[in-house]
């Protein structure tokens, strides 16, 4: 029973063009989200996140909106660039437990 | 300020072997985690532990043990290897904030990957 799902498995996108990335989660008790970005051989590391009580966060060229009642989060990266290519994780954080969706592999084509 | 440290990088182990995942962190971080990753399955958390001599577990805690000691080291002990524990696992830290870990300040190891044959 996966409570955090990204759907998508890959997503390639033109540089300078928008990158959307697609997250939905089950569990209504989730206090925060966040997204994580992920370069092979290396652990992941923090993107952004977003409290249960706010519907976007913004930071530089990062965006991340939540909509409560689809229980879907994404974020927007604009403008994509080539370095952006990475595997990027959604995560829902409740108390001390961290759920992590499967990633996105992210391909930013020059 | 090494951050997460994680040793080895690397470990083959036959069916049966125990053997030792070690974590060290240097921020002073309360609260510490392990994950594994599996392909098309995101991390999972394992156990973790929110300062010395307390540790919880996590979704996937079976075949696991782990202790804390101290603030730096959070070791990962697997008891008897099987092959469905191979895996690459990350230790994780971050600081306590408002009641549990902090949102924005996890910092992840450069994980260990494991084969279990």
């Known amino acids: 029973d996966q409570q955090v799902k990204q759907n998508s498995p890959s997503l390639s996108v033109q540089e300078g063009r928008i990158s959307i990335l697609n997250c939905d989660y089950t569990n209504s008790m989730f206090d925060y989200f966040l997204w994580y970005k992920k370069y092979p051989a290396e652990g992941p590391t923090f993107l952004i996140s977003?409290?249960?009580?706010?519907d976007k966060n913004e930071d530089g060229r990062f965006t991340v909106f939540l909509n409560k009642s689809a229980k879907h989060l994404s974020l927007h990266i604009v403008p994509s660039q080539p370095g952006d290519s990475a595997v990027y994780f959604c995560?829902?954080?409740?108390?001390?437990?961290?759920?992590f969706g499967a990633g996105t592999r992210l391909f930013v084509k020059a | 300020n090494a951050g997460v440290t994680q040793t080895p990088k690397f470990q083959v182990l036959k069916t049966g072997q125990s053997m030792t995942l070690q974590c060290a962190q240097d921020?002073?971080?309360?609260?510490m985690s392990w994950y594994r990753q599996d392909p098309g399955m995101g991390l999972r958390l394992i156990h973790y532990?929110?300062?010395?001599?307390?540790?919880d577990q996590g979704e996937v805690p079976n075949g696991y043990n782990v202790s804390r000691s101290t603030t730096e080291d959070f070791p990962l002990r697997l008891l008897s290897a099987a092959p469905s524990q191979t895996s690459v696992y990350f230790c994780a830290s971050s600081p306590l904030s408002g009641g549990s870990a902090s949102t924005d300040t996890q910092y992840f190891g450069p994980g260990t990957r494991l084969t279990v044959l």
């Open positions: 995560a829902a954080m409740g108390g001390f437990k961290t759920i």
């Open positions: 532990s929110v300062g010395a001599g307390i540790t």
């Open positions: 921020m002073n971080h309360e609260y």
């Open positions: 977003i409290s249960s009580i706010k």
